[in-house]
């Protein structure tokens, strides 16, 4: 793997994700921060009681995504989602994201209300940053 992607997923920042619409099946893409939880990769935002977002839904429905890298590092990896909906795992997570990333959130508010989900990146290994000479985006090695 690309030492820039592997840089890149080690610590959380801005990514696009493009999940696939539960009822067009239209690809949708949309800014979000992912957080590197002692390896693993979350996805999680700002609680909202009162709606559950529609990239959440996309998710429950198809959980195959593409992970947009940018910044330093650009990629497209192709990854599946994992929705977190287990409590203790929840606000294990939420305390994780407000001790190191998002002081101003509330751990209780965050396990209760956060969409969370943990990315599995496919075959990472496989893929290179899109731009290399010779391979496109996300192609195999």
Aim: aromatic share 4%.
């Amino acid at each position: 793997m690309d030492d820039q992607i592997r840089r890149a997923l080690a610590r959380g920042h801005l990514i696009d994700i493009t999940t696939t619409g539960r009822k067009t099946g239209e690809p949708r893409r949309l800014e979000i921060v992912f957080h590197n939880v002692d390896g693993r990769l979350i996805i999680t935002g700002s609680p909202r009681a009162d709606r559950k977002r529609a990239w959440l839904y996309n998710l429950e429905q198809d959980p195959h995504l593409t992970i947009h890298l940018k910044g330093s590092a650009k990629a497209d990896l192709p990854a599946t989602a994992r929705v977190i909906t287990d409590a203790v795992e929840r606000s294990q997570i939420a305390d994780w994201v407000v001790k190191n990333a998002w002081p101003n959130q509330d751990v209780d508010q965050m396990t209760a209300y956060s969409p969370m989900i943990e990315v599995t990146v496919e075959d990472l290994a496989a893929y290179r940053r899109p731009g290399r000479r010779g391979l496109a985006a996300a192609t195999p090695a």
